[in-house]
């Protein structure tokens, strides 16, 4: 089974903080994406990354960042973490092919910055 | 870009019924991939059902089925024999590439003993 796992399920910081967001999946995917999901709002993407070093903004890149470094690892930072970034992070993987494919997610990080 | 929505914000069902989600979305493409994906309270949101837009027949997976029309751009999500395990958040998804997945709101679904 494709597992993807993330740091925290929890987490709370304080605002202008800078928070670190990892996730590993296990299955030598290529792509790996970060959601954020809110009530009413559904998930919306915020960086994808489909190789080692790559990244792609989503609908909803501003006040993040992200790393990969290693192909099984994507970490989102919050450069300054303010009060509207709490939400559910959600990380997902996906192999690459040619066309659209299903994607596995992890069991999601609830954020409140307070 | 496209759009799905979502318009069932609650649904509830008593067990062993069905109940149908609904689920439109909005695209100018003729070959996409439709997604239907599941939320269990507290764990890992995994998929449920997929259909291939240039494939006419409907995806089953066992109590799971879709009903989808192309021409009307809905693809609904019938959960036949409703059992508590089936409550969760269910979102429905479009994805024409493979990095460009857009989902809907979420169908908040409430299963009755």
């Known amino acids: 089974d494709v597992k993807v796992t993330q740091s925290s399920r929890y987490l709370v910081k304080r605002t202008g903080e800078k928070v670190f967001l990892e996730c590993v999946q296990d299955?030598?995917?290529?792509?790996m994406f970060w959601y954020r999901q809110d009530p009413g709002l559904g998930l919306r993407l915020i960086y994808f990354s489909y190789d080692v070093k790559m990244k792609e903004k989503g609908d909803i890149p501003e006040g993040y960042s992200v790393s990969r470094e290693k192909k099984e690892r994507f970490s989102l930072i919050l450069e300054s973490a303010s009060t509207n970034q709490t939400s559910m992070y959600l990380c997902?993987?996906?192999?690459?092919?040619?066309?659209?494919?299903?994607?596995?997610f992890g069991p999601g990080t609830r954020l409140t910055v307070l | 870009a496209q759009t799905v929505t979502q318009s069932q914000p609650e649904m509830s069902v008593q067990e062993a019924e069905t109940v149908t989600l609904s689920c439109t979305y909005d695209?100018?493409?003729?070959?996409?991939?439709l997604f239907w994906y599941k939320q269990p309270p507290s764990r890992q949101m995994i998929l449920v059902i997929r259909?291939?837009?240039?494939?006419?027949q409907n995806a089953t997976e066992n109590r799971f089925s879709v009903n989808f029309q192309k021409a009307a751009k809905s693809f609904s999500l019938k959960i036949s024999d409703s059992q508590l395990g089936d409550a969760a958040m269910y979102f429905c998804a479009y994805s024409r590439n493979n990095n460009d997945m857009r989902f809907g709101a979420g169908t908040r679904l409430t299963v009755k003993p």
């Open positions: 299955m030598d995917h290529e792509n």
């Open positions: 259909q291939e837009a240039y494939k006419q």
């Open positions: 997902a993987s996906s192999p690459w092919r040619a066309t659209a494919n299903e994607q596995f």
């Open positions: 695209t100018s493409e003729s070959d996409y991939y």
